[in-house]
């Protein structure tokens, strides 16, 4: 069955930090990865996604992930963390042998000044 | 291009009452999504279209929930009658389909029930 799982409710980070949000999949086909932020009182915004080729994806608001196809893994990373940076992030996962589109539970950002 | 719109922002209503959620996708987008989000959660697939015909509404609560997709075009979420635990935002989305499309988000509809 395909599945997303994000293992942190919640991730702290001093401004100016690197950042790291965890992801892992299971899928039974090939994955299509996904990852979008959501503001408050707002919708979800796309923010990269990884197809097949390399595996550092670089997506919007210098954002970047990490596809691990030996560890199942898809994790949202940034080198410098902003205040602004700070919301609700979600991994998402399409499944090749499957039209679903699965969302994980979400991780808060915390990015302390 | 314009977003996804939705319509009402905010709603609330008594337990027992009906509701209906308005959603206008992307231009061209053949695909359409209702997600429903719990507080704290992440979003929970109601219903998928795909053009005018439902491609999954497996986890869609038929005996309240009802959706349509007249044309292909906007769509309509209704509950009837409402219940407490369908306090959440609804959320709306649409994609061009393919299989490494994005979802478009609109920025949902609050419902509470009370």
Do not use: M
Request: proline fraction near 5%.
């Amino acid at each position: 069955a395909q599945s997303v799982a994000q293992p942190e409710d919640q991730v702290n980070v001093a401004e100016g930090n690197p950042l790291t949000v965890k992801c892992t999949y299971s899928v039974s086909g090939n994955p299509y990865l996904f990852w979008y932020v959501q503001y408050p009182n707002r919708g979800l915004q796309f923010l990269l996604k990884y197809i097949t080729g390399d595996n550092l994806v670089k997506g919007s608001y210098g954002f970047e992930a990490e596809f691990n196809k030996s560890q199942t893994s898809f994790h949202l990373k940034k080198p410098s963390a902003l205040v602004s940076d700070s919301a609700l992030y979600f991994c998402a996962v399409r499944d090749s042998a499957s039209y679903k589109y699965i969302f994980g539970t979400g991780t808060r950002l915390k990015v302390l000044a | 291009e314009a977003g996804v719109a939705q319509s009402p922002r905010y709603k609330i209503i008594e337990k027992r009452q009906s509701v209906a959620f308005w959603c206008n996708p992307i231009s061209g987008h053949a695909t359409l999504y209702w997600y429903q989000q719990i507080l704290g959660q992440g979003p929970k697939l109601l219903i998928q279209f795909q053009n005018n015909g439902v491609v999954d509404d497996s986890q869609l609560p038929k005996d309240r929930f009802s959706a349509e997709r007249l044309k292909g075009v906007d769509s309509t979420l209704k509950i009837q009658p409402a219940k407490l635990e369908d306090s959440a935002v609804y959320l709306c989305a649409s994609s061009s389909g393919g299989y490494n499309s994005p979802l478009h988000f609109g920025n949902g509809t609050r419902l509470t029930v009370t």
